[in-house]
């Protein structure tokens, strides 16, 4: 047996139950599945038993069958996920151990079923009656029930506040549960009305994932399994979306709020959260699979030096080499890929400079957290609807000059910003901080040297080399694991140009043991800068890296 929903634009949502294969589907009332419209053939597709389990095939029709977006000829084996788009009429199926018919037996589902009637095949036997057994699909039904009979009504919802607004549509929705004698009783009412409910004014399935705080990624697949990041790993959680419409309108729930805008003209949208999460979406036709949207959760946690150590993102000779870095002034640029914990890494760093000294954070979306005293943070705005207003994170850079700051921290140089950034540090701003994506500290000073090119500015190669070399003295790589742990794999430094080429020298590297697990410790060069501090601090700085005093 299998249940299969039918959604049609000019038609309420329905559920049929087939109990045998094959099943055709048309505009044939012989047909198990009768669908209307002139795009639908008499004989249109035919769903049937496959080696792999259940598939679905075009029998040739002129306006053909198409399966998550692609046009078939045959395809299977079908899955839950699976969306089949015939003449305007939307199906899913939801599969269940099913038998094949005999020879000469058909179980008919034909145009009665869909008005709610009985149907009856040639033999004059009763068909099975629509009645799904999920509550996924129950949840689809009645949300879209819900928004008819809020229409049908004519409540006005745009002036209630929040609780309000629950409140009234609640009500609502449990008339169009008590009036619907098909819901199963297996299937919990209030959990459903939940559901339901969240779907319709709140943000659906997020809601939940929102309250666990161990979660710090959020990832939408269109009307697939939700997958959540945890601990550094990637999980599939039990929890979706039931249409792509409820995902359009969670998201036009989150951002409209914040004066943003997403359609089809304008598919992708960035946004910052009131609580700092970070939120990504892209629509239909960008996204192949449906809306997609990740959410980068705003950490409440802020690690100190102890809980990375713990960690072992770091050693304690790692830490006191890092703190000595930003107190005695050196530039530090931190590298790695999405979510190896760059900006955590920034934060503690930012965290040694002096209380008294006057800093300026520039972020594209704002995640650090400072305590300083005189403290400006700016924040970069995209532009608007019309495509005015942009004030980029070059243009806070160059602004932040005029500002009379004593350290500079960018949360992440991706274009242009990065001319201004060298600049700043070569000009008596020493000691700024940042973060690039690359994947080594060698590919990291590839990586600036490409941004600054990008700034439009036509500057000798050789000449960007030289100021990247006076202006960064200290590399510092991190990384996420297989394991989901984040290391610092190397701390490098900047040592001068030779012959056009940037030198550079490992301090500290993470050595695997095992494939799993590893240890840090230092390669035995001693920095460069180490010569230029006071004699009361050279030697406890020698101690760091294994050299008697």
């Known amino acids: 047996m299998f249940t299969i929903t039918i959604e049609s634009a000019d038609d309420t949502p329905r559920v049929v139950r087939i109990d045998q294969l094959p099943c055709l589907i048309g505009r044939s009332s ?6 209307s419209g002139w795009r639908v053939a008499r004989e249109h597709a035919r769903i049937e038993p496959d080696a792999a389990g259940i598939r679905i095939v075009d029998l040739g029709s002129l306006g053909g069958t198409q399966v998550n977006g692609d046009r078939i000829v045959a395809f299977g084996p079908l899955a839950e996920s699976d969306e089949i788009l015939i003449g305007g009429h939307r199906l899913r199926l939801l ?22 009637e009985p149907a009856h095949d040639q033999r004059g036997e009763s068909a099975p009656e629509a009645s799904p057994l999920d509550r996924h699909v129950w949840r689809r039904l009645l949300h879209r029930r819900l928004l008819k009979q809020i229409d049908l009504t004519r409540q006005d919802i745009r002036g209630l506040t929040g ?16 009036t619907e004698p098909e819901l199963p009783t297996e299937i919990d009412r209030d959990i459903l009305i939940h559901e339901v409910l969240n779907e319709a004014v709140g943000l659906g399935p997020l809601e939940g994932l929102f309250a666990d705080e161990a979660i710090s990624e959020i990832m939408v697949n269109g009307t697939a399994p939700i997958h959540v990041e945890r601990a550094g790993k990637i999980e599939q959680t039990m929890l979706a979306f039931s249409s792509d419409e409820a995902i359009r309108s969670v998201i036009d729930r989150i951002i409209t709020p914040l004066g943003r805008h997403v359609d089809e003209g304008s598919p992708m949208v960035d946004a910052r959260l009131a609580d700092g999460s970070r939120l990504n979406a892209v629509l239909p036709p960008l996204s192949l699979c449906g809306p997609a949207v990740t959410i980068r ?22 830490l006191r080499f890092l703190e000595l870095c930003v107190r005695s002034r050196r530039s530090v640029v931190v590298s790695g890929g999405t979510g190896a914990g760059k900006t955590t890494l920034l934060n503690l ?28 943070s700016l924040e970069a705005r995209p532009a608007n609807a019309e495509g005015r207003g942009l004030i980029s994170v070059r243009d806070l850079v160059r602004n932040a000059l005029r500002m009379r700051p004593d ?14 950034m060298l600049q700043a540090m070569n000009t008596g701003h020493d000691g700024s901080l940042t973060t690039v994506h690359a994947n080594s500290p060698r590919d990291a000073l590839s990586r600036i040297e490409v941004m600054t090119l990008m700034s439009g500015v036509e500057i000798p190669l050789h000449a960007i080399r030289e100021q990247i070399s006076s202006a960064v003295q200290i590399v510092v790589q991190q990384a996420r694991l297989a394991d989901g742990s984040r290391r610092i794999t190397e701390i490098a430094e900047v040592t001068g140009v030779e012959s056009g080429k940037i030198l550079m020298q490992t301090l500290f590297r993470f050595q695997m043991t095992d494939g799993q697990s590893g240890r840090h410790s230092p390669t035995g060069h001693i920095p460069h800068f180490l010569e230029s501090l006071g004699a009361a601090q050279r030697p406890d700085a020698l101690e760091l890296f294994g050299e008697p005093i």
């Open 95 to 116: 599969v269940s151990p099913v038998t094949t018919r005999p020879s000469g037996l058909r179980s008919s589902v034909d145009a009665a079923s869909f008005s709610g």
């Open 407 to 420: 350290r500079i921290v960018v949360g992440e140089c991706r274009g242009g910003e990065a001319l201004d």
């Open 30 to 35: 012989k047909a198990e599945i009768v669908l």
């Open 163 to 178: 609780a309000q607004l629950r409140e009234q549509v609640g009500q609502t929705l449990r008339q169009v549960v008590e």
């Open 297 to 318: 959760r705003f950490n409440r946690q802020l690690y100190c030096a102890e809980d990375l150590v713990a960690r072992g993102t770091l050693s304690w000779e790692m």
């Open 349 to 376: 760093l930012s965290g040694f400079i002096g209380a008294d000294e006057r800093v300026i954070t520039i972020e594209d979306a704002a995640e650090l957290r400072l305590s300083h005293r005189n403290l400006v």
